[in-house]
């Protein structure tokens, strides 16, 4: 079963407009976080955001916010006032706790955003 | 500001060849990782290792083989590259994670393989 699940394969999105990416995650371990990350189209990966799942707020980094509905298991990404230097793909990835996990990331499949002028 | 360094960039190799990817990270990371991105695909673990002299078995490790012997470096091998292994590949470092931790990973900027 997928772990990680991105159901936007794709969107357009109007510029300045705010954007709500996808994602659900699925695990049964108490302690575990979630990033987000940029893929713009040189390639490089670039870390967003974070949110522990025993974090109360949800996490914000300036234009971007997370949108934790634990109980739903599902973290998703907001951007504010969307820039077309925002079109990329976004990646979002689990941490587990598990001790055998060693704390490795499990990835989704990503979203491809595209803002338009 | 060098963080994660990756050589080479790009490459093309036959099929049968042997290569050895180079990462490189000066933030005195414990933990290092390879992976392998795939097109409609999330980035899948290759091999990682929790500290100099120590890797372990990722998702897919078949086909590659990694040494850990300094802690800034971490390189991967293909013994024999196969067309299947055409890919982009990218190396990331972390602190130590921990239970609760917002240690991000930090990548390189990618290795683009292809076997032909």
């Known amino acids: 079963a997928q772990k990680i699940t991105q159901t936007q394969p794709g969107m357009f999105v109007q510029e300045k407009e705010a954007v709500t990416l996808d994602c659900t995650y699925d695990t049964s371990d108490q302690s575990y976080g979630l990033f987000w990350y940029k893929q713009p189209s040189s390639g490089e990966m670039i870390f967003l955001i974070y949110?522990?799942?025993?974090d109360e707020q949800n996490a914000t980094e300036g234009r971007y916010s997370l949108n934790f509905q634990k109980a739903r298991k599902s973290a998703n990404l907001v951007i504010s006032a969307s820039q077309l230097g925002d079109s990329a793909m976004y990646f979002c990835?689990?941490?587990?706790?598990?001790?055998?996990?060693?704390?490795?990331?499990?990835w989704g499949a990503g979203t491809k955003l595209i803002i338009k002028p | 500001n060098a963080g994660v360094t990756q050589t080479p960039k790009f490459r093309v190799l036959k099929t049968g060849q042997s290569m050895t990817l180079l990462c490189a990270q000066d933030?005195?990371?414990?933990?290092m990782y390879w992976y392998r991105q795939d097109p409609g695909m999330g980035l899948r673990l290759i091999h990682y290792?929790?500290?100099?002299?120590?890797?372990a078995k990722g998702e897919v490790p078949d086909g590659y083989n990694v040494s850990r012997l300094k802690k800034q470096n971490f390189l991967l091998g293909l013994e024999s590259a196969a067309p299947s292994q055409t890919s982009v590949y990218f190396c990331a470092s972390s602190y130590y994670p921990g239970l609760n931790s917002n240690q991000p990973q930090h990548f390189g900027d990618g290795t683009r393989l292809s076997i032909l």
């Open positions: 290792s929790v500290g100099e002299g120590t890797t």
């Open positions: 949110q522990g799942s025993y």
């Open positions: 990835a689990m941490r587990e706790g598990r001790g055998d996990s060693n704390y490795q990331l499990i």
């Open positions: 933030m005195n990371h414990e933990y």
